[in-house]
């Protein structure tokens, strides 16, 4: 059973500073990885979409990363603005049987200070 | 384009009713994805319609249901409601292949009494 992982689940930085999200998945059989942007009370923003065969994304001041072998993705954001306060999710598409199903981690929110 | 709708975005109900939550995806996207989200458990998986067919379900009891019409929008049904039922229920929307990024709607809030 594919687990998903963020850890830590908060974290509070000083704007302008550059930083790393963590996720890290068990199984190493997925179709692609997905982050996300959740703001409170809202649904999803799909941030990055990686596919298995691709090792980064870039998007702006964002770069998703993905190790397939080592089960792990990093969400890097640079020089951080109290805008990218939000909660961070990832999630993996896996297989096999599973044609559309997200695999969730709980998320990782991130509070940037002023 | 527009994007993925969900109505209504508020519900309250009591405990043993039952509520019906509708979705519509973004035009030309024929699946449709249902997740509840709570604090404890995080993004839940439900079911996923394509093609007004039901293509994948998640671990859920059986008073969760759903159905797909044939313009693509998708209703999900919970009966004999639990307090452990309150959540945010989120729905995506794709074109259809198991690559593409799914986009999710707003999410409909149910506090259930």
């Known amino acids: 059973k594919q687990e998903v992982t963020q850890i830590p689940a908060a974290l509070s930085v000083p704007e302008g500073e550059n930083l790393v999200l963590n996720c890290s998945f068990t199984?190493?059989?997925?179709?692609?990885l997905q982050w996300f942007r959740q703001d409170p009370g809202k649904g999803l923003t799909s941030l990055l979409l990686i596919q298995s065969s691709q090792r980064e994304q870039t998007s702006g001041r964002l770069n998703a990363s993905l190790d397939k072998s080592s089960g792990r993705s990093t969400l890097y954001i640079a020089a951080s603005q109290p805008g990218d306060s939000a909660t961070y999710l990832c999630?993996?598409?896996?297989?096999?049987?599973?044609?559309?199903?997200?695999?969730f981690g709980k998320g990782i929110t991130l509070s940037v200070r002023p | 384009k527009a994007g993925v709708t969900q109505t209504p975005r508020y519900l309250i109900k009591t405990r043993g009713q039952q509520v019906t939550l509708s979705c519509s995806p973004i035009?030309?996207?024929?699946?449709v994805s249902w997740y509840q989200q709570t604090p404890g458990q995080g993004l839940q998986f439900l079911f996923e319609?394509?093609?007004?067919?039901?293509?994948n379900k998640g671990n859920f009891p059986g008073r969760f249901s759903g159905r797909q019409f044939s313009n693509s929008r998708s209703e999900m049904n919970v009966s004999t409601l639990e307090l452990g039922d309150s959540a945010l229920y989120l729905c995506?929307?794709?074109?259809?292949?198991?690559?593409?990024?799914?986009?999710f709607g707003p999410g409909t809030r149910l506090t259930v009494l």
């Open positions: 319609y394509f093609s007004e067919t039901q293509r």
């Open positions: 199984d190493s059989a997925i179709y692609n």
């Open positions: 999630a993996v598409r896996i297989r096999p049987g599973a044609n559309s199903k997200l695999t």
């Open positions: 995506a929307s794709q074109t259809g292949g198991s690559t593409d990024t799914q986009y």
């Open positions: 035009s030309g996207h024929r699946s």
